[in-house]
């Protein structure tokens, strides 16, 4: 077992709604997570939803809600923006990237765009960009694909079996 030298925060921002028939698997992630990442250092995962725009305008509904979620980024935190145009790991280059950062930084911020996606001009502001592959995943499927697979770089982390 590895252990982290800090507690760290994982925390992922998205545009949308909370209320989904997901729900009940997002909180037993949540669960898992937490478990198995006290064995390294993880204090918490949280979920912080970002208030969908209103406006008509597609274009003008992605500035505002990039703006929201660019608010959110922390500076001395590790902020990954998930986007179809970002790097594409394996589970196993996933985990060594997420724990190879943590240990240099003390927080993890994932953010998700909202079905518009999040504006170009500001990826620079992330720390890196990652996707989960060219398809096209409804928000509240990819909420809980993020858990699952944060959950499998802990289990890899931790030498557990759930990762075959």
Avoid: A
Avoid at 53 to 62: L, M, Q, V, W
Avoid at 73 to 99: A, M, P, Q, T, V
């Amino acid at each position: 077992m590895i252990k982290i030298d800090k507690e760290m925060l994982i925390v992922i921002n998205y545009i949308g709604n909370q209320n989904n028939s997901f729900n009940e698997t997002i909180i037993d992630y949540k669960k898992r997570i937490k478990i198995i990442g006290k064995n390294i250092g993880l204090k918490d995962i949280l979920l912080r939803k970002i208030k969908h725009s209103n406006k008509k305008n597609c274009n003008e509904r992605k500035q505002e809600e990039t703006k929201k979620l660019v608010e959110k980024i922390e500076k001395g935190s590790l902020n990954i923006l998930l986007d179809r145009k970002g790097l594409k790991f394996s589970s196993i280059e996933f985990s060594k990237y997420i724990f190879d950062q943590s240990n240099s930084t003390q927080n993890v911020i994932f953010f998700i765009g909202g079905s518009d996606g999040v504006d170009r001009k500001y990826f620079k502001k992330f720390n890196n960009i990652i996707s989960f592959g060219d398809l096209t995943w409804p928000h509240m499927m990819f909420k809980m694909m993020l858990l699952e697979q944060i959950y499998r770089s802990m289990t890899i982390i931790n030498k557990h079996p759930y990762h075959k």
